[in-house]
């Protein structure tokens, strides 16, 4: 009686398959990593470099380590930028997200006539550039040529320059609330369109009046949009640089060369010919924005739980 030898299992190979898989995947991924590299990470890292040595008059350019970090900490100009961008932040950012939850709120309430044509006049905007709306703003500033001029003449009053040193932040901060308020009422209105109707619906059987609905329902559901807004916010309000350098040449007198951590840096470079120093202002204001948009984002996350 013969016995036949026991077949020989074998098995498949998924690792090669699996290990082939992933490859496959870094490979869809890698002209985006090349790009985000080379327009990221890239300058970022010679921005590093660059704070850590300086260029000096006898050795060149010699390695400083954070003596460049120890100066511009301690240099009362910085602080002083730093200073009246966080004011324009403190106040420019709530006014600018309160009208933009007011207005799409005012929207999605179904009872704002022609909502559509609003919808896109306040976001309209958005559209103009900068530039352009800096330029417009300013025109319309001016006491001699411009809207102010125009009306101290024809009502014979005399209305305060907008583009003098005590208003002149105010007037910037005006101009950057008209360009965005459309796009962070976008944002909450796209995040209110997606709340289920059911939910206004059983509000309303319950005895729910409009406030409460928002209060309840819409304001807790569109939480997340309200912390990406802000955040957004929060990095543009510390970037202010194109209004300020439009308005400069309106302003001379209340608009200087440092009036913003960017003019600052701006102004070291391509002025001063201090690449080092204007490279530690830049890597000290992404530091501090991002440690500031970071503990919103905690806290946000922390009251949505």
Same mark, same amino acid.
């Given at each position: 009686?013969?016995?036949?030898?026991?077949?020989?299992?074998?098995?498949?190979?998924?690792?090669?398959?699996?290990?082939?898989?992933?490859?496959?995947?870094?490979?869809?991924?890698?002209?985006?990593?090349?790009?985000?590299?080379?327009?990221?990470?890239?300058?970022?890292?010679?921005?590093?470099?660059?704070?850590?040595?300086?260029?000096?008059?006898?050795?060149?350019?010699?390695?400083?380590?954070?003596?460049?970090?120890?100066?511009?900490?301690?240099?009362?100009?910085?602080?002083?930028?730093?200073?009246?961008?966080?004011?324009?932040?403190?106040?420019?950012?709530?006014?600018?997200?309160?009208?933009?939850?007011?207005?799409?709120?005012?929207?999605?309430?179904?009872?704002?006539?022609?909502?559509?044509?609003?919808?896109?006049?306040?976001?309209?905007?958005?559209?103009?550039?900068?530039?352009?709306?800096?330029?417009?703003?300013?025109?319309?500033?001016?006491?001699?040529?411009?809207?102010?001029?125009?009306?101290?003449?024809?009502?014979?009053?005399?209305?305060?320059?907008?583009?003098?040193?005590?208003?002149?932040?105010?007037?910037?901060?005006?101009?950057?609330?008209?360009?965005?308020?459309?796009?962070?009422?976008?944002?909450?209105?796209?995040?209110?369109?997606?709340?289920?109707?059911?939910?206004?619906?059983? $509000?309303? !059987?319950? &005895?729910?009046?409009?406030?409460? *609905?928002?209060? +309840?329902?819409? #304001?807790?559901?569109? @939480?997340?949009?309200?912390?990406?807004?802000?955040?957004?916010?929060?990095?543009?309000?510390?970037?202010?640089?194109?209004?300020?350098?439009?308005?400069?040449?309106?302003?001379?007198?209340?608009?200087?060369?440092?009036?913003?951590?960017?003019?600052?840096?701006?102004?070291?470079?391509?002025?001063?010919?201090?690449?080092?120093?204007?490279?530690?202002? $830049?890597? !000290?204001? &992404?530091?501090?924005?991002?440690? *500031?948009?970071? +503990?919103?984002? #905690?806290?946000?996350? @922390?009251?949505?739980?």
């Amino acid at each position: 009686m013969t016995h036949s030898a026991p077949a020989v299992i074998r098995e498949p190979a998924p690792v090669r398959r699996r290990a082939k898989r992933s490859w496959t995947g870094w490979g869809f991924l890698a002209p985006f990593m090349a790009v985000f590299a080379l327009v990221f990470l890239a300058p970022i890292a010679y921005s590093i470099y660059l704070s850590l040595f300086r260029n000096q008059l006898v050795g060149g350019n010699a390695f400083v380590g954070l003596e460049n970090y120890q100066r511009t900490l301690t240099d009362p100009v910085f602080w002083a930028a730093f200073t009246r961008v966080a004011l324009f932040l403190a106040v420019q950012v709530p006014v600018m997200l309160g009208i933009s939850l007011f207005v799409a709120l005012a929207i999605d309430s179904g009872r704002l006539y022609g909502k559509n044509v609003f919808r896109i006049s306040i976001f309209m905007p958005y559209a103009v550039p900068a530039v352009v709306a800096a330029l417009m703003w300013g025109f319309m500033y001016g006491t001699r040529f411009g809207l102010i001029g125009n009306i101290n003449e024809a009502f014979g009053v005399s209305v305060p320059n907008p583009l003098s040193p005590d208003f002149v932040l105010a007037a910037i901060g005006n101009i950057v609330t008209w360009e965005f308020v459309g796009y962070n009422m976008l944002i909450f209105y796209s995040a209110l369109r997606v709340i289920p109707r059911t939910l206004y619906e059983a $509000a309303e !059987i319950d &005895g729910a009046g409009q406030w409460r *609905i928002i209060q +309840a329902i819409k #304001l807790p559901a569109i @939480r997340g949009a309200l912390v990406i807004a802000t955040i957004f916010s929060i990095i543009g309000s510390f970037q202010v640089f194109n209004e300020p350098a439009i308005l400069q040449s309106l302003a001379p007198n209340a608009i200087t060369t440092n009036f913003t951590p960017n003019m600052l840096a701006y102004s070291l470079s391509f002025s001063g010919q201090q690449y080092n120093a204007s490279a530690t202002v $830049a890597i !000290i204001m &992404g530091v501090i924005t991002m440690v *500031i948009a970071y +503990a919103v984002q #905690l806290r946000g996350m @922390r009251k949505e739980v």
